[in-house]
């Protein structure tokens, strides 16, 4: 019964390199979620995203960032040419339906380093 | 002003304890949770409540949903329990979780 699954946990990145991180949900969940925790700060809601649809992107950069969860396969958090302010823990968390009045399940986070 | 406001920020507590953890939040919520994150580690779900009161092992959460306020308390607190423990809120938008800065709490022998 394996719980979120993310990948890479750790990705060390050059300045204008891209940086892809992958989240597989809890088995049964249609509904994922991405938050950012930059060093020394609190979490941060991204994007929220059912399969194959970007139900609530308010929290995401405008710019080189981007989200996909596509009807196979796991979701995708996309960052293009990284910069140091990127550097951060990456969160994905999955549910069976929307949160209000359900538990969340969270990963394990993937640890971006932008050097 | 933070809409998820935690104290303390940082808790020093000798095994044994009582511990108590508090969050304040301004807006109208759904649910509430209390979340458990350890140093390069993951976060856990420890609880979620919409009202009252829930109990697991030596942990116990409360909400007050008229003032706004809930704790997270930690009874006979060991080192292992030591970590940085996370208020969140369901605002009414259902997807989003709006964070507290975390309560980071050290259990010494």
């Known amino acids: 019964n394996a719980g979120v699954m993310q990948n890479p946990r750790h990705l060390v990145r050059r300045r204008g390199q891209e940086a892809r991180l992958r989240c597989s949900p809890m088995k049964g969940h249609s509904h994922v979620y991405w938050y950012r925790q930059l060093p020394e700060e609190g979490l941060k809601f991204m994007v929220y995203?059912?399969?194959?649809?970007?139900?609530?992107e308010s929290g995401m950069p405008k710019e080189r960032f981007s989200a996909e969860f596509p009807k196979e396969g796991p979701s995708i958090l996309r960052i293009q040419q990284v910069v140091r302010g990127d550097s951060a823990a990456y969160f994905c968390?999955?549910?069976?339906?929307?949160?209000?009045?359900?538990?969340?399940?969270f990963g394990e986070g993937s640890w971006l380093t932008v050097v | 002003k933070n809409e998820v406001e935690q104290s303390p920020q940082n808790l020093t507590a000798q095994e044994g304890e009582f511990i108590t953890i508090n969050c304040s939040y301004s807006?109208?919520?759904?649910?509430l949770h209390w979340l458990q994150q350890h140093p390069g580690g993951g976060i856990v779900s420890l609880f979620m409540?919409?009202?009252g009161k829930k109990k697991h092992g030596r942990l116990i959460a409360t909400i007050n949903i008229q003032e706004k306020h809930s704790s997270l308390h930690i009874t006979a607190s060991h080192p292992r329990d030591s970590a940085v423990y996370i208020c969140a809120v369901n605002t009414g938008t259902a997807s989003k979780l709006t964070f507290g800065t975390g309560t980071r709490l050290q259990v010494t022998l």
């Open positions: 409540l919409s009202s």
């Open positions: 807006v109208g919520i759904s649910a």
């Open positions: 968390a999955s549910s069976s339906k929307q949160f209000s009045g359900n538990t969340i399940y």
């Open positions: 995203l059912q399969k194959e649809n970007i139900i609530d």
